[in-house]
């Protein structure tokens, strides 16, 4: 049963009619005291407050309500909705326990995805008691799994994913869970440790698994370019919009959309991506006609973006827009017991492209692998092992093969003068250095072209070629 609560008799009647159109049940509430009454009379799975019930428009009449509502029952999800909408009052309903917020006039569509999603996630969390908290992080959890790898196998499609360690377990229990919701997922962890699989997992696991998947990797987008690249442009739209171009958002529709490296978005594109994500409306660039999208967002990053926040870097409602379930995936170093099965994963594929069927690794040397530190992670460990069978003769892989091919990482010159250090090899491509290293020059230089030019040994217009290429904006000079 669903409970409604708002002063307006015009907007109850309209909500229970949307409701019961969908097979709800409802019961409404004009008060507060009304609806704390009801809470307490019936078994509510879902409340739609709205945040006003005096001429005063600041919200906390819904703020001081909702606090109540989880004093009675923490575990009901609550929907906020206002035609008084603003970013403060979101981030505090947010932090008080709301599981979405919608601004009026509300879309029906968007609105029952929202109900569906809260609804789906109670149910999950209704047939494990805790087994889906709001962040999953392996580093805080010690409790063994209640399921195993083979168990997961046979219900869900991991076949990505290589790992069976409790902290890998308990990710995969939880992805299983959320994936059939529209859920936003927050995945944050260290370069190279899977981030981006973990997130075609959820989709492969969803009711969306038939719809495209589409992969953005927000750190190679200018700000000039990330409304083009996002929600499309027209012909004309600017000086070199020679034809239209479908945005990513228009892609995604009805499937997912994989927004990586979302900690490297500036300010201002992030308003533009807090709208679409709060309204799922968008316009393209150069038109008037506003868009609507059908699309569960998943992100990744490998910054802290509570630290972003308190800096004043990332913006806290889009913070909470994301990360409804956050997944903290472990660094490699943290799960040493997978390292044999990664490494037999990869050697398996490289027998077939090598054609080398012979290959496989000593007890010893997997021993000797599952004592590094591997700062690049899976990344790193898949490069050292490739490298290795490259330019190893024989087929058994022993200690000195991989010992000849990896080059440890000097942590204490790295923490002194970390932009003095080379990267661990394998844990970045030439290009990635190359993009890094041009975004420091840049920096460095106030984004003059001939400066950055001179310091990097190009000529002007290999320079202009990289910039274009890898989407980095410049001045003219």
């Known amino acids: 049963m669903l409970l409604i609560v708002d002063d307006d008799i ?12 969908e097979k709800f049940d409802v019961v409404t509430a004009e008060t507060p005291e009304e609806a704390l009454a009801h809470l307490k009379r019936n078994a509510i799975e879902l409340v739609l407050l709205d945040m006003n019930f005096s001429n005063n428009t600041s919200g ?60 789906a996630l109670r149910e999950a969390n209704d047939e494990e008691p805790g087994q889906i908290p709001k962040e999953v992080n392996s580093g805080k959890r010690t409790s063994t799994p209640a399921i195993s790898r083979r168990q997961l196998g046979r219900q869900y499609d991991f076949g990505q994913i290589i790992g069976q360690s409790d902290s890998m377990l308990r990710i995969l229990e939880t992805i299983g869970r959320v994936a059939a919701t ?21 989709h492969q696991n969803s009711q969306r698994a038939k719809r495209p998947f589409v992969k953005v990797n927000l750190g190679g987008i200018s700000t000039s370019l990330f409304e083009s690249e996002m929600f ?30 979302i900690g490297e978005l500036d300010l201002s594109s992030q308003v533009k991506l807090l709208r679409v994500l709060q309204d799922r409306t968008y316009e393209v660039l150069g038109s008037s006609k506003t868009k609507t999208v059908d699309v569960r967002v998943v992100c990744a990053t490998n910054r802290n973006l509570e630290e972003m926040v308190i800096k004043g870097t990332f913006r806290e409602d889009l913070l909470y827009r994301i990360n409804l379930i956050t997944i903290h995936l472990p660094a490699l170093r943290e799960r040493p017991d997978d390292i044999p099965l990664l490494v037999d994963f990869f050697v398996n594929n490289l027998r077939h492209i090598y054609s080398r069927p012979e290959l496989e690794v000593s007890r010893e040397a997997l021993k000797w692998l599952k004592q590094l530190n591997l700062p690049g ?27 000849q091919n990896y080059q440890p990482q000097n942590r204490k010159s790295e923490i ?18 190359e993009i890094q290293m041009i975004r420091r020059a840049m920096e460095f230089h106030r984004s003059k072209v001939a400066r950055v030019a001179k310091a990097l040994g190009l000529t002007r217009s290999a320079l202009y070629r990289r910039l274009e290429k890898y989407n980095i904006p410049f001045e003219e000079d």
């Open 60 to 119: 906390d009449d819904g703020l001081k309500l909702l606090a109540k509502i989880r004093e009675l029952d923490a575990h009901v999800p609550v929907i906020l909705i206002t035609g008084w909408a603003t970013i403060d009052l979101a981030v505090k309903g947010m932090k008080i326990g709301a599981a979405d917020f919608i601004s009026k006039p509300w879309q029906n569509t968007h609105l029952m995805q929202s109900v569906r999603t809260a609804l």
């Open 10 to 21: 015009a907007v109850r009647t309209s909500l229970s009619l949307l409701m019961r159109k």
């Open 416 to 433: 002194v003068n970390p932009k003095s250090q080379l990267p661990e090899v394998g844990s970045m491509t030439l290009e990635e250095m």
């Open 182 to 202: 529209d859920a936003s997922v927050l995945i944050m962890g260290e370069s190279g440790t899977g981030k981006e699989l973990i997130a075609e997992a959820v």
């Open 232 to 261: 499309g442009h027209i012909r004309g739209a600017f000086t070199d919009a020679r034809y239209d171009r479908t945005g990513r958002f228009e892609l995604a529709n009805r499937g997912t959309i994989f927004l990586d490296e």
């Open 377 to 403: 992670n899976i990344r790193q460990l898949k490069n050292l092992v490739e490298r290795t069978i490259l330019v190893s003769t024989g087929d058994v892989l022993e200690v000195s093969d991989f010992e």
